[in-house]
């Protein structure tokens, strides 16, 4: 038994996505998140950078106690797991991929829509996990230009923002695909946007969050981390941005 809470790792609103999920499927746990805020986005940022950035804020939720990690963003996993997992071979590390596998493996128009930042759509594992189950499966792969900036700054109902969905969309529709792949932790904060440009299309909209919560509590149970059933889960918020933006961080993670 560890009543740590278990750390959360974004470069900013994205992984509160995931949090939810963990909240969700865990809730006795407490969860201590860090939104890094000053530094976002990171999807065009070079390895070398996302690598620091991701070492650094890894590192300050273990020294504050943190039984486990989880890197809630696609863009610091693909460029900094490997490095985050030897640099702290203590704590176990959870990381987010695009759910390329059970898209390619479920389509049945064999056609896959998957939004990513650019460094993830470079990502190692997401190359290698596309060759794997992508044989025969027509992968349309595009970044959402404009998505993370448009969540950070609350502009998720504007006019602005159903148009840079659209242009993504779109041709994604066209076609054919029957599945979209939201790979980037923030892109959840607008799949009512998405749904909206998808209308009567029979397409599917998925990211990752439930396999997260899933792989988080198997891993508890394997290490004996999980916490007591008397419990009293703390929620805490923490970030290199503002005070402000820790308090839009906080109100983010419940609103509904
Ligand atoms: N939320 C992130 C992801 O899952 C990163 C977005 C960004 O900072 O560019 O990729």
């Not at 060759?131 to 900036?149: C, L, Q």
Request: charged letters at 25%; glycine letters at 8%; a negative charge.
């Amino acid at each position: 038994m560890n009543n740590n809470p278990i750390g959360v790792y974004d470069s900013g609103f994205g992984g509160l996505s995931v949090w939810r999920e963990l909240h969700r499927a865990l809730p006795n746990e407490s969860l201590l998140y860090l939104g890094d805020g000053k530094n976002c986005p990171y999807g065009s940022k070079s390895v070398e950078q996302i690598r620091e950035l991701a070492e650094r804020a890894v590192g300050e939720l273990i020294d504050r106690g943190a039984k486990l990690v989880v890197v809630a963003c696609n863009t610091a996993t693909a460029a900094a797991i490997t490095h985050l997992r030897s640099t702290f071979p203590d704590t176990p590390i959870v990381g987010l991929e695009p759910a390329i596998k059970p898209a390619c493996l479920e389509s049945k128009t064999r056609k896959v829509g998957v939004l990513a930042t650019e460094r993830s759509l470079k990502g190692e594992k997401f190359l290698t996990t596309l060759a794997k189950y992508g044989e025969g499966v027509e992968v349309f792969k595009s970044v959402g230009e404009g998505f993370v900036e448009a969540v950070e700054s609350n502009r998720e109902e504007d006019a602005q923002t159903l148009e840079i969905v659209r242009k993504v969309v779109e041709p994604m529709i066209a076609q054919g695909v029957d599945i979209i792949v939201l790979g980037c932790t923030h892109y959840p904060f607008l799949r009512h946007v998405i749904e909206r440009v998808v209308g009567d299309h029979q397409i599917r909209i998925i990211d990752s969050g439930e396999a997260v919560g899933k792989r988080v509590k198997s891993l508890l149970d394997e290490f004996g981390l999980g916490a007591s059933a008397d419990n009293e889960p703390q929620m805490e918020f923490i970030t290199y941005s503002s005070e402000e933006y820790r308090l839009r961080l906080m109100a983010k993670a419940v609103e509904k």
